[in-house]
């Protein structure tokens, strides 16, 4: 593994490590000022309105836990073409389910001052469930 695609590698650890601590200001710490994302038929433009997004988004869950796997990281200079997916589980508070998603990012990542940072994100869910059972453990 070249140390760019390991410092790739940092960077989605630490955004899905955000999401699991519903940190919104974590979430957006490497985006580009200018980023672009687009996800379930909305276009978000901007590193503070997307903080603003996330905030609302990550206040409406009790707990959230997602699993990043099948990452492909392709490095040009640089830029960098990122295709990742995820397994998350999550409940809303107040819901007495437990959803179940499965979806992917295809990321653009530029390098900048050293740093790579997320500029230009497609979020594509693949499936969902909603899951009903008695809770055995856990928080809540």
């Given amino acids: 593994m070249t140390d760019e695609v ?3 590698r940092l960077l989605l650890d630490r955004y899905s490590d955000a999401a699991n601590r519903l940190d919104p200001d974590g979430m957006v710490s490497d985006y580009a000022p200018e980023c672009v994302v687009r996800a379930l038929g909305n ?3 901007g590193r503070d309105y997307l903080r603003e997004r996330y905030a609302t988004s990550m206040g409406r869950y009790e707990w959230l836990q997602q699993v990043m796997h099948g990452v492909v990281i392709d490095v040009d200079g640089d830029k960098a073409d990122v295709r990742w997916w995820i397994t998350e589980h999550s409940v809303v508070r107040g819901e ?3 959803t179940l998603m499965i979806a992917g990012y295809d990321d653009k990542l530029e390098k900048r001052d050293g740093r790579w940072l997320f500029v230009d994100r497609q979020f594509k869910r693949r499936a969902q469930w909603v899951l009903h059972g008695e809770k055995l453990f856990g928080a809540g």
């Fill in 96 to 98: 007495p389910h437990m």
């Fill in 6 to 8: 390991f410092q790739i």
């Fill in 43 to 45: 276009e978000m433009r």
